[in-house]
């Protein structure tokens, strides 16, 4: 039975910041196709209901085809756009072959009635990596409910009614303040 060496620490932080850098600099789908492992079965799936966004709750698995990790960044491509993306509070675990990586960025949903909805979001990324340090599962847990809410044209009217509510529980507080202090 043949003996495969596993990725260090740092092959693999490497290869995960190699893998987040392309998708920040918004590389194409087969530059990151290009950080997925050849010999093993690869998959993306990102957390949360389907029912909310197209590339939410649904497993993407293969090179090609209608459900594969190429379509998943499709989707992807052709619903949101971003910008100032960053990765820090890298977790590099060599025994699980595993990177998990908090990532921000600014989202923009391009399509339909929430075209242009703009919404800051932290995610997180949770990758599996083969014995060439190539990733095989790509995990991703996101703001959902800012997506939804953007695809479907609502989330301006939340933040600005959030907006407007906190600033009334702050002019609140001041009057207590001014009640307490008199």
């Known amino acids: 039975m ?23 600099s918004k ?4 530059t990151l196709l290009s950080h997925f492992s050849s010999t093993h079965q690869i998959s993306a799936f ?6 909310l966004a197209p590339f939410l709750g649904r497993p993407f ?28 509070e890298w977790v590099v675990d060599a025994d699980a072959g595993k990177v998990s990586v908090k990532g921000s960025a600014k989202f ?32 991703v847990w996101a703001d ?3 997506a939804y809410l953007a695809r479907r044209g609502q989330l301006r009217q939340v933040i600005e009614a959030e907006g407007k509510d906190k600033r009334a529980d702050d002019q ?5 303040k001014t009640l307490v202090d008199a």
């Open 2 to 24: 043949p003996m495969f060496s596993t990725p260090d620490r740092k092959q693999l932080l490497q290869s995960a910041q190699a893998l987040c850098s392309a998708f920040a």
């Open 144 to 146: 959902s409910g800012a």
């Open 46 to 51: 990102e957390h949360g209901l389907p029912v």
């Open 108 to 139: 923009t949903w391009t399509e339909g009635e929430g075209k242009g909805q703009s919404w800051d979001e932290e995610f997180v990324y949770v990758l599996d990596f083969d014995q060439d340090a190539k990733v095989t599962d790509y995990q």
């Open 27 to 30: 590389a194409d789908i087969n």
């Open 172 to 176: 609140s507080d001041a009057d207590t």
């Open 61 to 88: 698995s293969g090179r090609s085809g209608p459900n594969s990790v190429a379509a998943y960044f499709e989707l992807l491509q052709k619903h949101l756009t971003y910008e100032d993306m960053s990765f820090s």
